[in-house]
């Protein structure tokens, strides 16, 4: 498993910030399990840099705190089944890893929300990484049946992380 984190801001958080997507990213691709190694790559933005790639890419010109870019498609969320037909598109041809997208967090938002929901910021960086990361296996939430399947393993996730939203 490989996550690359590059970040973009000169915003630091209290907490490691690859430890803590590599400890989410585990426990998304164990709950949902995925047969294969996985890689993503995480760019930690600003609000303008997010509201920019949220224009591009959605025509929604606003800034959000996460946006999520799945490499694979799935007929099912989280059906790793077919994938290796397609190796060339879906696989790291050094590593053997499946690509499974990109994830861009706005840094800025990370801390809002955290006061907004009287959490902890690495309580709500995880939550965004465990969110994107469901989108990157499949997920979608524009149902309001998707959302609370979302919301629920999201819920489920942090938890067995002992991540929450007590702790401050």
Known sequence: MTSYIENETEERFSFDVQEVTDKVMAAVLESENCPYEAQINLVITDNAGIR???????????????????????????????????????????????????????????????????????????????HSMLHLCGYDHMEKEEAAVMEQKQEEILKSLGITREEI
């Open 52 to 130: 920019e790639v949220n224009r591009q890419f959605r025509q929604t010109d606003r800034e959000t705190d996460v946006l999520s870019f799945p490499n694979a498609e799935y007929p099912r969320p989280s059906d790793f089944s077919g994938l290796e037909e397609q190796s060339a598109d879906y696989f790291d041809p050094d590593s053997g890893e499946l690509l499974l997208g990109d994830i861009m967090i706005s840094a800025e938002k990370v801390k809002e929300q955290a006061r907004l929901y009287n959490h902890s910021e690495k309580r709500e960086f995880a939550f965004l990484v465990a």
